[in-house]
């Protein structure tokens, strides 16, 4: 990776759907190791802008450069291949599986033997395994007290703020270059809130880069180096989370005034 390069480009990129502009010719550079934040009213394209970026709908125009490589259009397991992990608003767990076997899926997408290898347990997959196991307990150390004495709880058992968490620390475990976090913190108390953007912020440590849509202002203005702001399609502003609190154009349509 090129540290003065953008790890994410992002060029005009747009999906309609009828007549609606759901994502009008949006720019967006992500420098690596940036934590950039997406905000907007309802219906103003941020989802739609993630599942452009991660393959689950072909734009109809623009492109998405990841390190420079174009990796517009792309199957989603490819553009995962590539190193973009993400989370979902609705958690997409399996609520059967523990929180370890959970997390250790995100680590299947990094493993290079398939079935008939985990059938045989042939000794490279034994250590793969031992080494996906490893990582993924690295990264539910993260979150501390919150997940660790919980490794064996099944998925639906868990709290709703630590099911969060396990989405988060599963996208983790396939070490992605770049995470999309789709609006981490809903449903968070202010507590879990505030800790949840404070270990977001650690993981600028583990040279991870972060795209994230947050609806909690007081999260974006502790967390994001830069924010881009939607409006039914279209970016109408971007910049520091302080200069785009001052823009009128973005009082008034995000917040009403
Ligand atoms: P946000 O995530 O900001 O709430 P969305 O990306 O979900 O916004 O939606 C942007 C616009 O695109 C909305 O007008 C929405 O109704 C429309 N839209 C999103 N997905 C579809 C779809 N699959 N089919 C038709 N319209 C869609």
Do not use: W
Not at 102 to 107: H, K, T
Not at 194 to 200: N, S, V
């Amino acid at each position: 990776i090129d540290p003065g390069r953008p790890l994410l480009e992002i060029k005009g990129l747009a999906k309609s759907f009828g007549g609606i502009k759901a994502v009008n010719r949006i720019d967006l550079d992500v420098m690596p190791g940036a934590i950039v934040a997406i905000i907007g009213p309802n219906g103003s394209g941020k989802t739609t802008f993630f599942n452009l970026i991660t393959g689950l709908i072909r734009p109809d125009g623009g492109h998405v450069l990841l390190a420079g490589e174009d990796v517009t259009g792309l199957k989603p397991h490819r553009i995962a291949d590539k190193g973009i992990a993400r989370t979902f608003q609705n958690l997409r767990l399996f609520p059967h599986m523990t929180l370890l076997e959970n997390a250790l899926v995100g680590a299947h997408t990094r493993t290079s033997t398939g079935a008939v290898g985990a059938v045989l347990r042939l000794p490279r997959v034994k250590r793969e395994e031992a080494a996906a196991r490893a990582r993924a307990l690295e990264i539910i150390r993260i979150f501390g007290n919150r997940l660790m004495p919980r490794l064996q709880h099944l998925a639906f058992s868990l709290s709703y703020a630590n099911r969060r968490r396990l989405e988060i620390a599963r996208a983790l475990v396939s070490e992605p270059m770049l995470l999309l976090l789709d609006e981490p913190t809903a449903g968070m108390n202010p507590t879990e809130t505030l800790e949840l953007a404070d270990q977001i912020r650690q993981l600028r440590q583990r040279g991870v880069t972060i795209l994230l849509i947050e609806h909690k202002l007081d999260v974006v203005n502790e967390i994001a180096d830069k924010v881009i702001v939607l409006d039914h399609g279209e970016k109408i502003a971007e910049g520091t989370p302080k200069q785009v609190h001052s823009n009128k154009e973005v009082l008034r349509a995000y917040l009403g005034r």
